[in-house]
């Protein structure tokens, strides 16, 4: 995410060296202008990002921490929409309604889903609408995602008029004390009348408080273009970024805000349901800035996990007591933070570690799926007392996990270790230590 853009600031970055410097800071913006152009950033936007990098690094003087705060300025107020919503906002009466709109293929029933989730995950209670009538199998991918997600959905059997379907889901929403209602809307592979037609009638029937475009990250400057005609049709409020895990580039970002002036909202960060983010321009240029953005993280952690569990959890560490089945409990709740290249994104120092890790599947990989099946041959007891692993029983878990004794030594050693680490950091001092570390790692990456 955004991987061509940070590199570019940092390449800038490195070619002043000295403060007053005239010849360094020209080549510093002409690399920068580079990049940019590089990144899918429009033209129009490069050159004003330049402008007011520039005058704001003349008028307190040439040297790299006027320029990285120049860049950090500038590069939030291009990313902001001024007096618009940014996250998500609430009808003050509900439900709140929520038209999602956007091409076909461009990820508008994912990010829903996605989005669906996100409000759950708050102790919203929500209705998805499936109003995509025109794809095949559009209402059967939604009954599989619901089903998995405990999300209702609202659908009618053999129905061809998307209208009806929403009007219909409308009364439920208000019958059934629904938060919010999301309804999903047909794409198209390219914009066409007959598209805009239906969603400016939905647009009358459900008179939604949001209306959403989900772009496709890696659509570039096209992207933007589809944005403003789909802007001019319906007004759009908001845009969801899909895909931006696979676009290095970012340049869509910066041309919708800036182009069009319509709130970027919320950010697609792979491919599971959890990965979704709300997109704040401060917390996204801290990133792009290799300085993390543990206040996201803090928020999702707080949404996915119980605080009492959290506590007696913390007690277990503390005593050493920290066993199998606490193990598992923690991986489902990892899981649910979104993708581990996201999360390693978000902790300061350590964004350079993120493309490292994205292809790290916490319920896929090859080195899960052995802990898993390790900690599926244990009994009962094991799992609760790993003290109770002899010889004897290890041998008994390596066949029963189709493993060797070594592989299962391995593991118990490096749960042992981490066991020992987390009851380290569980006190006072151990979190002084973990904030040195988290000093230490920034400087070295």
Same mark, same amino acid.
């Given at each position: 995410m955004f991987?061509?853009?940070? /590199?570019?600031?940092?390449s !800038?970055?490195?070619?002043?060296r000295?403060?007053?410097?005239?010849?360094?800071?020209?080549?510093a913006?002409e690399?920068l202008?580079?990049?940019?152009?590089?990144?899918?950033v429009?033209?129009?936007?490069t050159?004003?990002?330049?402008?007011?990098?520039?005058?704001?690094?003349?008028?307190?003087?040439?040297g790299?921490r006027?320029?990285?705060?120049a860049?950090?300025?500038?590069?939030?107020?291009?990313?902001? +929409?001024?007096g618009?919503n940014?996250g998500?906002v609430?009808s003050?009466?509900?439900?709140?309604?929520v038209?999602?709109?956007g091409?076909?293929g461009?990820?508008?029933?994912?990010?829903t889903?996605?989005?669906?989730?996100?409000?759950?995950?708050?102790?919203?209670?929500?209705?998805?609408?499936a109003?995509?009538?025109?794809?095949?199998a *559009?209402? /059967?991918?939604?009954?599989?995602?619901c089903?998995?997600?405990?999300i209702?959905?609202?659908?009618i $059997?053999?129905?061809?008029?998307?209208?009806?379907v929403?009007?219909?889901?409308?009364?439920?929403?208000?019958?059934? @004390?629904?938060?919010?209602?999301?309804?999903?809307t !047909?794409?198209?592979?390219?914009?066409?009348?007959?598209?805009?037609?239906?969603?400016? $009638?939905?647009?009358?029937?459900?008179?939604?408080?949001?209306?959403?475009?989900? *772009?496709? *990250?890696?659509?570039?400057?096209?992207?933007?273009?589809?944005?403003?005609?789909?802007?001019?049709?319906?007004?759009?409020?908001?845009?969801?970024?899909s895909? %931006?895990d696979?676009?290095?580039?970012?340049?869509?970002?910066?041309?919708? #805000?800036?182009q069009? =002036?319509?709130?970027l909202?919320?950010?697609g +960060?792979?491919?599971?349901? #959890?990965?979704? $983010?709300l997109?704040i321009?401060?917390?996204?240029?801290s990133?792009?800035?290799?300085?993390?953005?543990?206040?996201?993280?803090?928020e999702?952690?707080?949404?996915?996990?119980? /605080?009492?569990?959290?506590?007696?959890l913390?007690?277990?560490?503390?005593?050493?007591?920290?066993? %199998?089945n606490?193990f598992?409990?923690?991986?489902?709740?990892?899981?649910?933070?979104?993708?581990?290249?996201?999360?390693?994104? @978000?902790?300061?120092?350590?964004?350079?570690?993120?493309?490292? +890790?994205?292809d790290?599947?916490?319920?896929?990989s090859?080195?899960?799926l052995?802990?898993?099946?390790?900690i599926s041959?244990?009994?009962p007891?094991?799992?609760?007392?790993?003290?109770l692993?002899?010889?004897?029983?290890?041998r008994?878990i *390596? /066949?029963?996990?189709?493993?060797?004794?070594?592989?299962?030594?391995?593991?118990?050693?490096?749960?042992?270790?981490?066991?020992?680490?987390a009851?380290r950091?569980?006190g006072?001092? =151990?979190?002084?230590?973990?904030t040195?570390m988290?000093?230490?790692?920034r400087?070295?990456?």
């Amino acid at each position: 995410m955004f991987e061509l853009v940070s /590199e570019s600031f940092k390449s !800038a970055l490195s070619k002043i060296r000295f403060v007053d410097d005239e010849k360094a800071l020209k080549n510093a913006l002409e690399t920068l202008k580079k990049s940019l152009l590089k990144a899918d950033v429009h033209h129009k936007v490069t050159k004003e990002l330049l402008i007011l990098i520039e005058n704001e690094v003349r008028k307190n003087g040439v040297g790299q921490r006027q320029f990285l705060n120049a860049i950090k300025n500038n590069l939030e107020n291009i990313l902001s +929409v001024k007096g618009k919503n940014q996250g998500f906002v609430f009808s003050s009466k509900p439900p709140t309604i929520v038209l999602m709109t956007g091409l076909q293929g461009g990820g508008k029933t994912t990010s829903t889903m996605k989005l669906a989730n996100y409000l759950k995950l708050r102790n919203k209670k929500v209705l998805v609408a499936a109003c995509d009538l025109q794809r095949l199998a *559009a209402v /059967e991918q939604l009954k599989q995602l619901c089903e998995a997600h405990q999300i209702e959905l609202f659908y009618i $059997e053999n129905e061809n008029n998307p209208l009806k379907v929403a009007k219909l889901a409308l009364e439920k929403a208000k019958n059934s @004390m629904i938060d919010v209602l999301l309804v999903d809307t !047909a794409g198209r592979l390219a914009i066409d009348e007959a598209l805009m037609h239906e969603l400016k $009638e939905l647009k009358k029937i459900l008179n939604p408080d949001e209306i959403f475009y989900v *772009a496709d *990250a890696m659509s570039g400057q096209d992207g933007v273009k589809t944005a403003a005609s789909f802007n001019e049709a319906l007004e759009l409020s908001g845009v969801v970024l899909s895909k %931006f895990d696979a676009d290095t580039k970012g340049g869509i970002a910066l041309g919708i #805000a800036r182009q069009i =002036g319509i709130p970027l909202r919320f950010i697609g +960060v792979g491919e599971k349901v #959890a990965d979704l $983010e709300l997109f704040i321009p401060d917390r996204i240029v801290s990133r792009i800035m290799g300085e993390g953005d543990l206040a996201t993280l803090a928020e999702k952690t707080a949404a996915v996990i119980d /605080e009492k569990e959290a506590k007696i959890l913390s007690q277990k560490i503390k005593k050493g007591a920290f066993n %199998f089945n606490d193990f598992l409990t923690q991986m489902e709740s990892v899981k649910k933070l979104g993708s581990m290249k996201s999360i390693v994104g @978000m902790i300061p120092g350590l964004g350079n570690l993120a493309s490292q +890790v994205k292809d790290l599947d916490l319920d896929n990989s090859k080195e899960i799926l052995h802990i898993k099946a390790m900690i599926s041959s244990m009994t009962p007891k094991e799992r609760e007392n790993p003290e109770l692993l002899n010889n004897t029983r290890k041998r008994r878990i *390596a /066949e029963g996990a189709g493993l060797s004794q070594m592989e299962v030594n391995r593991f118990l050693k490096q749960f042992s270790n981490a066991a020992k680490l987390a009851k380290r950091f569980s006190g006072k001092k =151990g979190m002084e230590s973990l904030t040195q570390m988290m000093n230490q790692a920034r400087k070295q990456f």
